[in-house]
């Protein structure tokens, strides 16, 4: 059984910083691409940085040059490193892994941590 875990949300003011990390735990598969998406009350998820296995990474233009996405494949982990925090970034961040299972691609999302920014 494949699981997505994710860690590091909280409350913090404008201008601070969060940590986000998120672990797949499980057997028998090898992870493609990861990423962080986020889901405001009343908006549809949105992405927010992808990365690919071999450390290509893509941003949400609101993002560029505040968060930064990295992975460790040794400890199957992902990371988002958020700065300059807004109160607009308030949202549930999923953490998201394509994964072959089996020789299947699988996409798997994790339950969610929730960041919000006070201003």
């Known amino acids: 059984q494949v699981q997505l875990v994710e860690s590091g949300g909280g409350l913090v003011q404008t201008g601070g910083s969060l940590r986000l990390s998120c672990v797949v735990s499980?057997?028998?598969?090898?992870?493609?691409?990861m990423g962080w998406y986020r889901q405001a009350p009343g908006n549809q998820r949105e992405l927010v940085a992808g990365i690919t296995r071999g450390g290509s990474t893509n941003y949400e233009d609101s993002m560029k040059g505040r968060f930064t996405i990295s992975r460790d494949n040794a400890k199957n982990t992902v990371y988002l490193q958020m700065n300059s925090l807004k109160p607009e970034d308030t949202a549930v961040y999923y953490c998201?892994?394509?994964?072959?299972?089996?020789?299947?691609?699988?996409?798997?999302w994790g339950q969610g941590t929730q960041v919000t920014v006070s201003s």
């Open positions: 499980g057997s028998r598969f090898s992870i493609n691409a």
């Open positions: 998201n892994a394509i994964l072959s299972v089996g020789g299947v691609t699988v996409n798997y």
